[in-house]
């Protein structure tokens, strides 16, 4: 497996520290967030998913921690929006040049506006899929969200 990766230039040409830790990649897992959090041995709350939403029809980029799950309508209030739902995922494939399972916030295709959930940044360090399915990047919550330019926001349901 290669570790570079158009999330891991990205990063690098950012000047962002992190490491790359692979794992097996399950294509049958029920929810590949908590799969990669076993994988690696690390609680889910510190391997974060990312997410392709639509915000009134326009693409957004959501980051929150692999055990929880987005709240639409705190998604939308986030960015100052009327509704949001999940991308589908062949829209989403397409919308960041990855594939599902590999979905990276980091290098894709076209930079979308970014949410991270703040419980998130209270952490040391944060995992966060690395732009391949079997392929997540360590690093501080403060310099994803330098580097996403992404606002924090309560963004997981209750």
Known sequence: MSRTTRATQMLTKAGVAFTTVTYDYDPNADRIGLQAAEAIGEPPHLVLKTLMAELDGKPVCVVVPSDREVSMKKLAA??????????????AERATGYHVGGISPFGQKKQVPTAIEAGAMTHPYVFMNGGQRGLQVKLSPGDAQTALKAIVASLVAD
């Open 78 to 91: 986030a960015f100052g929006g009327k509704s949001a739902s999940m991308m589908k995922p062949a829209d």
